[in-house]
């Protein structure tokens, strides 16, 4: 992760309980680290297990990890992300509309055959006004 990825992504991520005097002790890996191996499992597609030793000790990172996810952080640090991409790019931070894959919602027997599949005029009509 560079610097400026990092500069991004620290204020997102939660504060450790013993620098806000809350107790605890202090972590043993910081968070830039931590982050570098969930991003290496992810990106990798492997088992926790077979983080590389020059990373964070693989249960660590899984704690963390899993801490975080409890909590809800993994998808409101995505949000955020998307969200500043999004305005960088000169659009709204949420999305507006989103696509199905319309084999999906066509094979769908539980869709009305009247609603099934993507009516572009329906939605160039509702984007117009």
């Not at 077979?50 to 640090?77: C, I, K, M, N, T």
């Not at 949420?94 to 009516?119: H, L, M, N």
Request: glycine share 6%; proline share 5%.
């Amino acid at each position: 992760m560079t610097d400026a990825e990092w500069a991004r992504a620290r204020p997102l991520l939660p504060v450790p309980a013993w620098l806000e005097g809350r107790g605890g002790r202090p972590e043993s890996y910081c968070h830039q680290q931590i982050l570098d191996a969930v991003r290496y499992v992810v990106d990798n597609g492997i088992k926790w297990r077979s983080v590389p030793a020059d990373l964070p000790a693989w249960d660590r990172v899984y704690s963390l990890f899993r801490r975080w996810r409890r909590q809800g952080l993994d998808v409101e640090f995505h949000d955020r992300l998307r969200g500043e991409v999004r305005v960088r790019e000169g659009r709204a931070a949420e999305p507006t509309a989103g696509i199905i894959d319309s084999q999906s919602v066509r094979a769908a027997s539980s869709v009305a055959a009247v609603s099934r599949g993507f009516d572009e005029r329906r939605y160039r009509a509702a984007s117009s006004t």
